[in-house]
């Protein structure tokens, strides 16, 4: 018999073998060879109600493997969405930061909308109009999506700010407003029995 037992129901998506497996005292943190436990499987295959019985259970949050990455982090990469949901809301609930990497953002617009900024001044010359520039999570203004990269304007300002905010409605996405985006428009997997 196997020493990961509670690995391989959460890998299976087995909610009952959890339930038992639980109930007897299993060690909520064995793991493979990848250093993966239970919860970091269920949060990979985006098994919710398993993640929310691991976590009831005392499933430790923190873990990471070999890859160092959380459960959170496990299902946000694999845009399981209402996992990962659950599971920063229990980071949170126990106080653990989330880890951001600080993952960069960029939007593209056409040039003519920023050019309605009163302030505007940019630092290239001969852009027309229909330009396509790229404004950043920092609020500099680029020609490529490489922040500071041919750049065309870098003049932060609380004024500049709120134009991008109210003019250009440019808001820096959730790591899990992406996710679900990403996961919505992923085709669905017939092989994926339903929690």
Not at 24 to 32: C, I, K, L, V, Y
Not at 37 to 57: R, S
Not at 107 to 135: C, H, I, N, S
Request: charged share 25%; net charge negative; proline share 3%.
């Amino acid at each position: 018999m196997s020493e990961l037992k509670l690995v391989e129901a959460a890998k299976a998506g087995d909610v009952e073998r959890i339930e038992t497996l639980i109930a007897s005292g299993a060690d909520m943190e064995q793991s493979d060879d990848y250093g993966w436990t239970a919860l970091n499987w269920a949060a990979g295959k985006g098994y919710t109600l398993i993640v929310q019985k691991l976590l009831d259970a005392g499933a430790d949050i923190a873990h990471v493997g070999l890859d160092k990455r959380t459960a959170y982090r496990i299902a946000l990469a694999a845009a399981r969405v209402d996992s990962a949901t659950l599971l920063q809301q229990a980071q949170q609930d126990k106080g653990i930061g989330l880890d951001d990497e600080g993952q960069s953002y960029c939007k593209a617009y056409p040039l003519e909308a920023l050019r309605k900024f009163p302030a505007w001044q940019e630092y290239q010359a001969g852009l027309d109009e229909g330009t396509v520039v790229y404004l950043h999570q920092d609020f500099s203004v680029t020609l490529s999506m490489w922040r500071h990269e041919n750049l065309v304007f870098d003049r932060r300002t609380p004024e500049w700010e709120a134009f991008c905010k109210q003019e250009l409605a440019f808001s820096v996405p959730t790591e899990l407003a992406l996710a679900a985006v990403f996961a919505a428009n992923r085709p669905a997997d017939p092989h994926r029995a339903a929690l």
